[in-house]
């Protein structure tokens, strides 16, 4: 715990008493901390991917997905 406190997550919370892994809660507390979306996350692919044809990759990636999205809707 020290080290979270050290880099700004010190007030992560973790429930010990729930079936769901660490991890998993330090992501979902990372996600809330940050305001992370998957919307925000879609906008700043150009500034994380700079290699055109890996962003082409992950952008078809995302779009996958979204379609996997859509057909579970209906």
Partial sequence: ???MD???FGSMEFDDKTAE???EQF???FDGLYALTE???KAEVPHMVADPQN???VEALLGAREGDNAA???
């Fill in 1 to 3: 715990m020290r080290v």
């Fill in 6 to 8: 050290a880099i700004g």
């Fill in 21 to 23: 892994p660490m991890e």
């Fill in 27 to 29: 992501w979902k507390n």
């Fill in 39 to 41: 919307a925000g996350l």
């Fill in 55 to 57: 962003r082409v990759a």
């Fill in 72 to 74: 579970i809707a209906k």
